[in-house]
C-alpha cells in the first residue's frame, strides 16, 4: 500500500516509518523538516520524505487536499489535535478508498470508576486535550458507523523512548528526580505514592498501528487502548529507577498541599492532571482483535529510556 504518515519523525512516526518500509509499504512521511527522526534505521533511505506546515496548510484549506492528492491507500495522523483539523482531513479523504488510522489519547477517558479501563468505558475527559480527541474520535467513528470512511482510533498511554523525557515517578517532566534516585538520596511523593501511570513504548504503539493497518476487517469503525501489560505505581516506579542505579529507595510521602508548595506551578500541574487520572488501562481487546502483544513491560521501556538520559548527559551528576 502507499501509507502517508502525518507526524513521520515524531516520536511514534520515527518507529512506525521504519516497519511500514520493512513489511514492503510505499511510505510518504509528513512533517515541518525540523527534525530528525528519534531513531536511525536505514529504511528511511526508501522514505518520500515532505515538508509541510500542517497548521499552515489547514489554515489556508489545502492541507486535506495536499493528503488526498498522494492518492495514498492508507493515512497514519498523528497530529490531529481539534475537530477542525478531523473534519479537514476526513472531508478531503471522503469517498475515496483511504483507510484513515488517527491517534488518540487515553485522556479521553477521565478518571476511572473500574480498573482495568476498557474501550466501552464512558468518556468524561477532564482536561481539554482529552476533550477535544473525544470530539474527534466520536466524530471518526460515526464517520466510520455511516459508511462514509474507513477509520480507526487507537488511544497511546505516556508514550516513551529513549531520546525524550518520560513522565517521572512525580508525575511531572524534569530529569532531576532521576538524579536524586540514583545518588539514593530521598525524594518526596505526593500522597502515598499509590496512584498510577501507564506508560507504552512507542514501538509499540507503531506494532499496534501496523497491525491495525494490515487488518480494516478488525478495525474500521473500532477504538482501541494502546498501553503496556501493567500500569505502575509511582513508589513502585521510583524504587525501579533507584535500583537500576544500584540504589535502595529512600521516599517521603507528602499531604497534597505540603508537596505542591515546593515545586514550580508548572510541575504541580502536570503533577496533578496525573494524579488525578491515575490510569490503569486494558490492552485486552487490541490483543484479540488485532493480536497485539506489547514487546517492553511499562518499566523495560523506562529503564531503555532512563538509560538514554544517562548515556547522554541529561542527569546531573550520573554516567554510564
Known amino acids: 500500500m502507499r ?43 526508501a522514505v518520500k520524505q515532505l515538508e509541510l506546515d500542517k497548521d499552515a496548510e489547514e489554515q489556508r484549506g489545502t492541507f486535506g487536499e495536499r493528503v488526498a492528492g498522494l492518492r495514498p491507500d492508507a493515512v497514519v495522523d498523528l497530529l490531529c489535535y481539534t475537530m477542525d483539523s478531523a473534519t479537514h482531513l476526513a472531508a478531503a479523504l471522503r469517498g475515496s478508498p483511504a483507510y484513515l488510522l488517527h491517534c488518540g489519547t487515553i485522556w479521553v477517558l477521565g478518571p476511572a470508576t473500574a480498573v482495568p479501563v476498557t474501550e466501552d468505558a ?3 475527559p477532564i482536561l481539554q486535550y482529552g476533550v477535544d480527541k473525544a470530539a474527534v474520535e466520536e466524530f471518526l467513528l460515526t464517520e466510520a458507523a455511516q459508511g462514509r470512511l474507513r477509520a480507526t482510533v487507537l488511544h497511546p498511554g505516556h508514550v516513551v523512548g529513549p531520546g525524550w523525557l518520560p513522565v517521572n515517578p512525580a508525575g511531572y517532566f524534569r530529569p532531576g528526580i532521576y538524579g536524586a534516585l540514583a545518588r539514593g538520596e530521598e ?13 507504552v ?29 501493567q500500569a505502575l505505581t509511582m513508589r513502585g516506579f521510583a524504587a525501579a529507577v533507584a535500583a537500576w542505579f544500584g540504589q535502595e529507595v529512600r521516599l517521603r510521602y507528602e499531604p497534597w498541599e505540603t508537596w505542591r508548595q515546593q515545586h514550580d506551578p508548572e510541575d504541580v500541574e502536570h503533577t496533578w492532571n496525573h494524579l488525578r487520572h491515575s490510569p490503569c488501562i486494558s490492552m485486552a481487546k487490541a490483543a484479540r482483535l488485532l493480536g497485539y502483544a506489547p514487546r517492553y513491560s511499562s518499566l523495560d521501556a523506562l529503564r531503555e529510556a532512563v538509560t538514554w538520559l544517562a548515556e547522554h548527559g541529561q542527569i546531573e551528576g550520573v554516567t554510564r
Not at 17 to 40: K, M, W
Not at 187 to 194: D, K, M
Request: overall charge negative; cysteine-free.
Open 3 to 45: 501509507v502517508v504518515v502525518i507526524g513521520g519523525t515524531g516520536h511514534i512516526g520515527s518507529y512506525l516509518v521504519p516497519r511500514l518500509v520493512r513489511a514492503g509499504h510505499e511510505v510518504v512521511s509528513i512533517s515541518r523538516g525540523q527534525s530528525q527522526p528519534y531513531l536511525a534505521d536505514s529504511s528511511w533511505a
Open 122 to 124: 464512558p468518556r468524561r
Open 187 to 199: 525524594v518526596a511523593l505526593p500522597h502515598l505514592g499509590l496512584e498510577t501511570l501507564h506508560h
Open 201 to 229: 513504548h512507542a514501538d509499540d504503539v507503531a506494532q499496534a498501528f501496523e497491525l491495525a493497518l494490515d487488518q480494516p476487517a478488525q478495525a474500521v469503525g473500532q477504538a482501541f487502548h494502546v498501553v503496556s501489560e
